[in-house]
């Protein structure tokens, strides 16, 4: 089994920047992408950020394009989101998630807080 634990989630005033982490640990099998989705109360899932396995390739959602950047760094088996810019519509619980070849390696974590408020 996998397990995902994200980190670095907070209050940050508007205009600032904040650094999401996401370690894995387990089986890495079946991995085709990591990604990055967020839920604001009352609303639903949306996906935020992707990044390929295997060829690096990363898309972002309209509203974070060009603020927000996805990386990993394979040895650490990590991925993370650099978040630039945020406003308050970035207040939401921020998930970390596999995407797998089949949905058997589907895996999420448990998701981190991100405040953003003067």
């Known amino acids: 089994q996998v397990r995902l634990v994200e980190s670095g989630g907070g209050l940050v005033q508007p205009g600032g920047s904040l650094r999401l982490s996401c370690t894995a640990s387990?089986?890495?099998?079946?991995?085709?992408?990591m990604s990055w989705y967020r839920q604001a109360p009352g609303k639903e899932r949306e996906l935020v950020a992707t990044?390929?396995?295997?060829?690096?390739?990363?898309r972002y959602a309209d509203s974070v394009k060009g603020r927000f950047t996805i990386s990993r760094d394979d040895a650490k088996d990590t991925v993370y989101l650099q978040m630039n810019a945020l406003t308050s519509e970035d207040t939401a619980v921020y998930y970390c998630?596999?995407?797998?070849?089949?949905?058997?390696?589907?895996?999420w974590g448990q998701g981190t807080q991100v405040v953003v408020s003067s």
């Open positions: 990044i390929m396995i295997t060829n690096g390739r990363a």
């Open positions: 387990g089986f890495t099998y079946g991995r085709a992408a």
């Open positions: 998630a596999q995407e797998g070849t089949g949905p058997e390696y589907d895996f």
